[in-house]
């Protein structure tokens, strides 16, 4: 049995800035004891103990202990969601391949009424986006925020309950939103964040609650300068709210239809620049230093990044304004905007592979690295991507087509996922306190799902362009179907292996729990100009 | 526990090729703007459909009304039928049995009169918990931009 060693953060604080590291020595000295007296019980009548006189067995807590109560719990419920998604996902693209393909359930109850639960294109289309975006992204981000903020700001979280108690009013959002697509209770679909009004309320509520428990948490140790990856996480959190609460009162304004659509394609647009962008670059400028104990390359590009990416991920929707009414030159800036953040993807990329010189060799095994070091290729190439369908000449071009879902799943199965599986591999065996090894399960969540976001999003694409290639020659869509088939049969199976991937991911961790060796973390902090290194207990 | 690990920095300068590169795509931008800045957006955000594929049918005030009506609540995304029953076909006459003697007595305007739901000739028929939306939801003309776009469902 391990000796439980028991940390002050201030403590933990204060050693970590001397170099040293002091246990609590009365806790150590009591479970010391405890245990000598019941060994010498046992010792004394060994054949007199029956079963149930044995010394009962510490008990194995659902939850893990604070302080990492709600980074475990958020980021547990991320990787069902991720499987949920996934398996939706692989249900849209099959019925893109066979639209006549419809799961229809009835559900009759009493007083003559009825639940009609159908699964078609049209609201399998929608679910994925909205499981993968407010499912798995999100919960994988806030998770993250609740592992990382407390480790680089050196302040406990606020309260885990509080982070608990918004984990379960995010979640029933999304369920009852989800839910709300599928009985076709929405006027229309193919929208994200068009819930009903009270489901919307329930995730407002949830999310001011995460922006209040995040700045509580850091908000005094900004004064002695944060690290780049609390100021992601802060404007993605503060613009997530935002965004999200404004998106939700659009229906109540009666603006005519044009407006709304405007008004709904800026949403999803800066929505995925701020909150599915920011925490996935925040996490990577997290891990990366982490996981290969180097010092991060460079503070002032990480910044440069920072303030480049603040500004352009608000110009980038207006990009996406694509309508006589919105005069010429605001969305050429929105076009400008997202491609410069290709150069905000340059930076990042540049810094973070700087800062893994020296220990590439960790990347070649599926662990943290090679996950963050995958996302980081994905995060250059969606953005390069993204930038260019917002050419003025390629936007017409693609229009209509599916090249729009294919960037969408290259981006948030690629990038934002990889990002996400990075701080998991990471993170849980740290919070569960359980070692962690390289084994089939692991190697296959890695393959599967970034190639399985690869071969669909390539796939989705590369159908995206035959689509508008036909449509421009004016093909019948009979001839159109029968040409997708095949880019869609790819797509499936690509499709099909990030399902495998993240039922892996489950099973992973269900086991790193329940079978995993229980050991004590340490993190090497490099010291930039000294020659030696510090260690301490990490959780 | 949490244990306060601060990461440093290994340098605390901009690097020259990041300054580089910075000021390379700045330049791109700006004369990728400058030479975009005059034109008309084309209307790809909301498709308008062709007045020759909907039949003369105003298709966005109709869905903006339906969508005000919430039809699809009952009737399904697609019209497809759900909690009610599919809206697809009823130019050739309703799909259900309680509706064809008005549809036989108002060949014409039955969807109008069912929809609005004031009308005596429809007053007997049970709705089955569907709302008159003549009580104030839809006027009578919105009813009529209604009923041509639901004539053209095949």
Request: overall charge neutral; charged content about 10%; glycine content about 10%.
């Amino acid at each position: 049995m391990p000796c439980p060693i028991a940390l002050g953060l201030e403590d933990a604080a204060s050693a970590a800035g001397s170099g040293t590291m002091r246990p609590d020595r009365r806790h150590t000295k009591a479970a010391a004891a405890t245990q000598e007296d019941l060994l010498a019980q046992m010792s004394a009548n060994l054949k007199k103990l029956r079963p149930y006189d044995q010394p009962a067995q510490p008990q194995k807590p659902l939850v893990p202990d604070a302080p990492d109560s709600a980074a475990a719990l958020w980021l547990v419920v991320a990787g069902l969601w991720l499987l949920v998604a996934a398996g939706i996902g692989t249900l849209w693209v099959a019925q893109l391949m066979i639209p006549a393909a419809k799961l229809q359930m009835h559900f009759p109850l009493a007083f003559n009424l009825n639940i009609w639960v159908v699964l078609d294109g049209t609201r399998t289309g929608p679910g994925f986006l909205n499981a993968v975006v407010y499912g798995w992204l999100t919960n994988a981000a806030i998770g993250a925020i609740w592992f990382i903020a407390p480790r680089i700001s050196g302040r406990r979280l606020t309260s885990n309950a509080g982070a608990n108690v918004a984990l379960g009013l995010w979640n029933l959002a999304v369920l009852l939103g989800l839910a709300s697509i599928f009985l076709g209770v929405l006027p229309s679909t193919g929208e994200l964040a068009e819930a009903p009004l009270p489901v919307d309320a329930l995730a407002v509520l949830a999310l001011l609650m995460v922006n209040g428990l995040y700045w509580s948490t850091i908000g005094p140790a900004l004064r002695r300068g944060a690290y780049v990856s609390l100021l992601y996480f802060g404007i993605a959190l503060l613009a997530f709210l935002g965004l999200y609460a404004a998106q939700s009162v659009v229906p109540l304004l009666n603006l005519d239809q044009t407006t709304t659509v405007l008004a709904n394609d800026f949403f999803v647009r800066t929505l995925e620049a701020y909150w599915l962008l920011g925490p996935a670059v925040g996490i990577l400028y997290y891990v990366i230093p982490r996981a290969t104990g180097n010092p991060l390359y460079s503070a002032p590009t990480a910044l440069l990044g920072w303030v480049l990416w603040l500004v352009l991920a608000l110009l980038s929707g207006l990009g996406k304004l694509l309508d006589p009414s919105v005069a010429y030159a605001i969305t050429t800036a929105g076009a400008v905007a997202t491609l410069l953040l290709v150069l905000h993807a340059f930076l990042v990329v540049g810094n973070l592979l700087l800062t893994v010189r020296g220990r590439w060799s960790l990347a070649l095994v599926p662990g943290t690295l090679a996950f963050a070091v995958v996302a980081l290729i994905f995060l250059l190439t969606s953005a390069i991507i993204e930038g260019v369908g917002a050419l003025r000449s390629v936007q017409a071009g693609i229009a209509g087509s599916e090249w729009t879902a294919g960037a969408f799943v290259y981006a948030a199965l690629g990038t934002y996922t990889m990002a996400g599986l990075a701080l998991v591999n990471f993170a849980f065996p740290r919070v569960l306190r359980r070692a962690w090894s390289v084994n089939a399960l692991a190697t296959t969540e890695f393959w599967s799902v970034w190639g399985g976001s690869l071969i669909a999003g390539a796939a989705l694409m590369l159908g995206g362009l035959a689509q508008a290639s036909l449509l421009s020659q004016g093909t019948a869509s009979d001839q159109i179907d029968a040409t997708l088939v095949w880019f869609r049969l790819v797509a499936f199976g690509g499709m099909g292996l990030v399902a495998l991937g993240a039922l892996a991911l489950v099973i992973d961790l269900f086991l790193l729990y329940t079978a995993g060796r229980t050991v004590e973390y340490q993190v090497v902090i490099p010291q930039t100009s000294a020659s030696t290194s510090t260690a301490v207990t990490e959780s | 526990m949490t244990v306060h690990t601060p990461i440093s920095s290994h340098t605390n300068r901009l690097p020259a090729w990041a300054a580089g590169v910075t000021v390379f795509f700045l330049l791109v931008g700006g004369v990728y703007f400058a030479s975009n800045l005059s034109g008309t957006n084309p209307a790809l955000a909301v498709p308008q459909p062709s007045a020759a594929a909907s039949g003369g049918v105003d298709t966005g005030a109709a869905l903006a009304l339906i969508k005000k009506a919430q039809c699809q609540a009952c009737h399904g995304q697609n019209f497809e039928g759900a909690i009610g029953p599919s809206l697809h076909g009823l130019a050739e006459g309703p799909l259900v049995p309680a509706l064809k003697p008005v549809a036989e007595e108002h060949p014409d305007d039955w969807i109008h009169l069912w929809i609005d739901g004031t009308d005596p000739a429809v007053a007997d028929i049970d709705r089955k918990g569907m709302p008159a939306f003549g009580t104030g939801t839809l006027t009578a003309d919105e009813i009529d931009t209604v009923v041509a776009y639901l004539k053209t469902l095949k």
